[in-house]
Nanobody, 121 residues
Framework: QVQLVESGGGLVQPGGSLRLSCAVS????????MGWYRQAPGKEREFVTS???????NYANSVKGRFTISRDNAKNTVYLQMNNLEPEDTAVYYC???????????????WGQGTQVTVSS
């Protein structure tokens, strides 16, 4: 069974920083595109950033220049460094990953359980 386990959320003041982590565990062959989404109260889930296996990144305009995605392919882990946080960044952040399963070699998409990020003074 494949699981995405997130950590690193919390409460931070405006202008502060947080680093989120997401580790993929279970029976997998490899991870492909990994990324982060977020959902604020009363809003739909939205794309934040993603990174392919080869390192190509994509960012939502709202986080460009403030957030940085990185990954450790050997550990099947993706990170999100969030700097200069704003109250508008308050949301539940979800990890997302395309995972290739062993034997069948199917590429399957998985979500983490979410981690709360609150930006408030």
């Amino acid at each position: 069974q494949v699981q995405l386990v997130e950590s690193g959320g919390g409460l931070v003041q405006p202008g502060g920083s947080l680093r989120l982590s997401c580790a993929v565990s279970g029976s997998i062959e490899s991870t492909h595109t990994m990324g982060w989404y977020r959902q604020a109260p009363g809003k739909e889930r939205e794309f934040v950033t993603s990174m392919t296996w080869t390192g190509t990144t994509n960012y939502a305009n709202s986080v460009k220049g403030r957030f940085t995605i990185s990954r450790d392919n050997a550990k099947n882990t993706v990170y999100l460094q969030m700097n200069n946080l704003e109250p508008e960044d308050t949301a539940v952040y979800y990890c997302n990953a395309d995972v290739r399963l062993p034997i069948t070699r199917r590429l399957t998409n998985y979500w983490g359980q979410g981690t709360q990020v609150t930006v408030s003074s």
